[in-house]
């Protein structure tokens, strides 16, 4: 295959033919003795991976007399294992694994199948990247107990934001698949660790909502059936509106004991077909979507009501607290909506049912290539967090240009907050450990759709491939992800690892470097987000203004003069953000409003940073597009067109970027490059 559908999975042979035969020798049985579809498919992919980069046959014995090869299976379902790593047991959790090899028996042992399969995918990996040593010993367990994916598929077959071709799970209004590509696709996310989907958008539309009742709710526990087998629990956006659009009731009002009946009666029917059914996802009150607001209740009100439906099921609510005014009027500048989602849930926190996580966007405004961290994240300290990202690139190059999010991520979760002495870094908050929550976790929009390989650009899969490695330990570098990636989907030649590592390690501050400096977003054009529109939203109703006049830039939120955004941070953070001194250069027009001629901390002016980064922005995409022609000889055609096709048009669109920033900047400040290049 080289059109990139089997992506990391792609288990590329072993080149070098010495270590190749030393590898194989070790391994040519094969003991797993449950009788689980879990292991089935745990095995199936040890044979094809072995098979693959090995060249070598697993054979399969009885696991209590195997001496040589792979044994794999639950502790308590395999005596062998239990013998041979069973004393891990109590530090793997439900979805941990223990690796252990010594005088060519190697034990893959785990808890549970779920366990199993992800140590199964933990050998593929060092074996595909030459790591795997003699005398492995290996133990791990997921730092975020919900290890989530989103898809933004409609029942059309459409896909909001989706850069990839239409859905693989509808198409013209009825769910429609091919099990071979669900079943890759779980495949795909159970490698990286993920083990949960919301298989529909967030954006419940009218046939949408009939997905939790007959005839459509059969569909979809099918649907759940193949991601279950890979230890993916499968979620469903609802409606809030759902008692009345397809209930027939009067209203969707939470309190009313109807519509709490109406809910319940749901999972029921919900629970019946998919035993092991996740749980809602929620976005209400949000973007003209129906919520509690309509009744004069709260989120707490409806996330709860939901709750106590699915609590006998052991059920979750994921609720999104991406609320804010989006029809404000852009001459009123006291409504800003940075602190909306703040200013919603915080006065909530507690009054959440146990079983309600709340799913925070990274940054207050929505996926922008720079946003300052949310502020719930440590405010927040008695209500469960998922953190939400979004893998499909809408304001960072629709995955034409490339864009690899990975250090955009996790700057984010490193990020403290000062919610505790001990340190409370977002990644600590999320997955439950500084407050103590039960559950937790990440959440991301998906970027894959029908497209051959996934993703339409083929480097575009660094991204779901990173977020799942994250998910699963945000301790792992950004670069070690890349490296990773390159070397399983696209083979493990140096020369290629190493330039695909530097083109996709460059690349976000590349992307930023072009489009909207120090971190004042927005500057695209309406409704489908690409391209630049220096005022495409200036006008609007949406609350995302720069605010550029002949003066100067950006967003006063300080607490001494602005809209106060500034102090829903804890301690230091909200200091150095208030203050014009402290506050980071590429965040800098997020928190103030200054003339052009202010200087930066880098030492040059806010309007000679715009030039600097623009042209050098726009140089530096057209690099990577020579980069990567530098490798045209070791890559397969349909790789290679497929990816030099979308970098030659970034580095076109770059340089669209570039002249209409500058000349905007240029027109409205009157103030020349100091180094004399061409502006328009
Ligand atoms: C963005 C995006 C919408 C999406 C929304 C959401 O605003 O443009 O298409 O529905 O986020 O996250 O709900």
Request: aromatic share 12%; hydrophobic share 40%; net charge negative.
């Amino acid at each position: 295959d080289t059109s990139g559908y089997k992506a990391w999975l792609a288990l590329h042979a072993r080149a070098d033919e010495a270590q190749r035969k030393r590898e194989a020798a070790r391994y040519d049985w094969l003991a797993a003795c449950e009788q689980h579809d879990t292991i089935a498919a745990a095995v199936s992919e040890l044979r094809n991976g072995i098979r693959s980069i090995l060249g070598q046959e697993l054979r399969e014995i009885d696991p209590n007399r195997i001496e040589q090869g792979i044994v794999i299976g639950t502790f308590d379902g395999n005596e062998r294992i239990r013998a041979l790593c069973g004393d891990a047991s109590e530090q793997l959790g439900a979805e941990g694994f223990a690796i252990r090899a010594s005088e060519g028996l190697m034990a893959i042992g785990a808890n549970t199948p779920s366990g199993v399969l992800y140590g199964v995918f933990h050998l593929l990996r060092l074996l595909a990247l030459g790591e795997l040593t003699e005398n492995l010993s290996v133990m791990e367990r997921p730092a975020n107990g919900l290890r989530m994916i989103n898809q933004w598929d409609n029942i059309d077959g459409s896909i909001e934001r989706g850069y990839a071709g239409q859905s693989i799970f509808y198409a013209n209004d009825a769910i429609a698949f091919q099990p071979e590509r669900v079943r890759d696709y779980a495949r795909l996310l159970a490698s990286v660790g993920l083990n949960a989907i919301a298989i529909n958008n967030v954006n419940v539309h009218r046939l949408e909502s009939g997905f939790i009742t007959e005839p459509l709710l059969s569909r979809i526990a099918e649907l759940a059936a193949i991601f279950r087998v890979y230890g993916i629990r499968l979620y469903l956006s609802v409606n809030f509106a759902s008692p009345i659009e397809v209930g027939g009731l009067p209203t969707a009002d939470p309190l009313a004991q109807d519509v709490r009946l109406w809910w319940k009666e749901r999972a029921d029917d919900i629970y019946r077909a998919i035993p092991d059914f996740g749980g809602f996802l929620v976005k209400a009150d949000s973007e003209n979507r129906p919520g509690p607001f309509t009744y004069g209740r709260n989120h707490a009100d409806g996330a709860n009501m939901l709750a106590e439906a699915l609590a006998p099921y052991g059920g979750l609510v994921i609720w999104r607290c991406f609320v804010y005014d989006c029809k404000q009027d852009w001459r009123d500048r006291t409504t800003d909506r940075a602190r909306a989602a703040y200013d919603h849930f915080m006065p909530l926190d507690g009054t959440f049912h146990p079983n309600v996580l709340l799913q925070i966007k990274n940054g207050p405004m929505d996926f922008q290539v720079r946003e300052p961290v949310s502020p719930l994240f440590g405010a927040m300290e008695r209500t469960n967090q998922l953190i939400e990202f979004q893998i499909t690139q809408e304001y960072t190059g629709q995955q034409r240009h490339l864009c690899y999010l990975v250090p955009q991520w996790k700057a984010v979760l490193d990020f403290e907050t000062f919610a505790c002495h001990e340190g409370a870094p977002v990644k600590r908050i999320v997955d439950g450990t500084v407050f103590g929550r039960p559950y937790g976790g990440f959440a991301a929009v998906s970027n894959i759709g029908c497209d051959e390989n996934w993703t339409g650009h083929p480097l575009a899969q660094a991204n779901l491939y990173g977020y799942g490695r994250l998910a699963w330990n945000p301790e792992l570098s950004a670069e070690t992800i890349a490296a990773e990636w390159a070397a399983q989907a696209i083979g493990p030649d140096p020369q290629a690892v190493d330039t695909i590592c530097t083109m996709l390690l460059e690349s976000l501050d590349i992307y930023e470097s072009y489009t909207a400096p120090l971190g004042v977003g927005w500057m695209v054009n309406p409704e489908h987000h690409y391209g630049p529109n220096v005022d495409g939203y200036e006008y609007d109703k949406w609350g995302t203004y720069h605010f550029a006049d002949r003066y100067g830039i950006g967003v006063d939120r300080t607490v001494a003069s602005g809209t106060g955004y500034a102090g829903q941070y804890i301690g230091d953070n909200a200091k150095a953000f208030e203050s014009l001194d402290r506050c980071p250069d590429e965040l800098l027009l997020f928190f103030h409003h200054v003339p052009y001629t202010h200087k930066l901390q880098s030492g040059v002016t806010v309007i000679q940073h715009i030039y600097n980064t623009h042209f050098d922005g726009a140089e530096r995409a057209g690099e990577l597009a020579r980069k990567w022609q530098s490798l045209r000889h070791l890559m397969p055609d349909g790789l290679y067109l497929a990816a030099e096709a979308r970098l030659l048009e970034q580095a076109e669109h770059a340089k669209e970027w570039r002249d209409r920033i500058n000349t905007y900047f240029y027109r409205k400040s009157g103030i020349a490059d100091a180094w004399g290049r061409t502006i328009y």
